[in-house]
């Protein structure tokens, strides 16, 4: 069991990242480097520059290849682990997983901390980090609320879904991402909008995926026991 659960995240999380790879580079990346040209631009040079190797291209094109797929891989396991534990698998549940997924570590988070291009004026990293991780596991309460209980009680969930945005919107605010450069703005807009939907991709191919492989592994070895027995 825990080798085809490995197996089965290390593959889906291969393709999910490399997808997530290409659709980035196609749509988020040109972004990134607008912002970055508005960004020096305005900057002020205040000594000898050096650049990293990680910032050049290839090993800048590389470094994020790698990382998409070790992210990917690592929710590739949390969701085979959810496929073992909750004996739901297959194509279809492997979407609405990755729907979950999604929810709960891309769009609630983005509800509180919305993704921003480089150069933009937003709130303390430790406060914007902490808004992540509470809107994460707040967001991920209340989905598991809602799949674990039935008919109204449901409902128990959303608060936690909203609890988040009530904290850190309104008693706690985090400042939106703002900048004086008009051209600036409307590029972070796009961003978000782009950094979302390539996340939704991503989520979509991850859970698609690994629910395919994992149903097909767990038939494969069914099939061989029914055999050897």
């Not at 085979?80 to 979407?95: E, H, N, Q, V």
């Not at 598991?144 to 309104?170: E, W």
Request: hydrophobic fraction near 55%; glycine fraction near 12%.
């Amino acid at each position: 069991m825990m080798f085809r659960t490995i197996s089965t995240a290390i593959m889906a999380g291969l393709v999910a990242g490399l997808c997530l790879f290409l659709v980035q580079r196609w749509t988020v990346l040109p972004l990134i480097r607008a912002a970055e040209t508005y960004e020096r631009a305005r900057s002020v040079p205040s000594g000898p520059h050096s650049d990293s190797a990680f910032e050049k291209e290839p090993m800048r094109s590389v470094s994020t290849l790698l990382g998409d797929m070790f992210v990917a891989i690592g929710f590739g396991l949390i969701l085979t682990g959810i496929y073992a534990l909750s004996g739901k698998y297959g194509w279809f549940y492997g979407l609405l997983w990755g729907a979950a997924g999604f929810a709960t570590f891309q769009l609630g988070p983005a509800l509180v901390v919305a993704p921003a291009a480089p150069g933009m004026e937003v709130a303390a990293l430790l406060l914007r980090q902490t808004g992540w991780l509470v809107a994460a596991c707040s967001t991920g309460i209340g989905l598991a609320l809602m799949v674990i209980f039935k008919g109204a009680t449901r409902l128990i969930g959303v608060p936690f879904l909203l609890l988040p945005a009530v904290v850190f919107r309104g008693l706690l605010p985090i400042a939106s991402a703002t900048t004086s450069l008009p051209p600036l703005a409307a590029l972070d807009h796009l961003f978000m909008v782009r950094a979302l939907g390539s996340a939704l991709l991503f989520w979509i191919v991850l859970g698609t995926i690994s629910g395919y492989l994992f149903a097909k592994a767990e038939n494969a070895a069914a099939a061989a026991h029914g055999f050897g027995g």
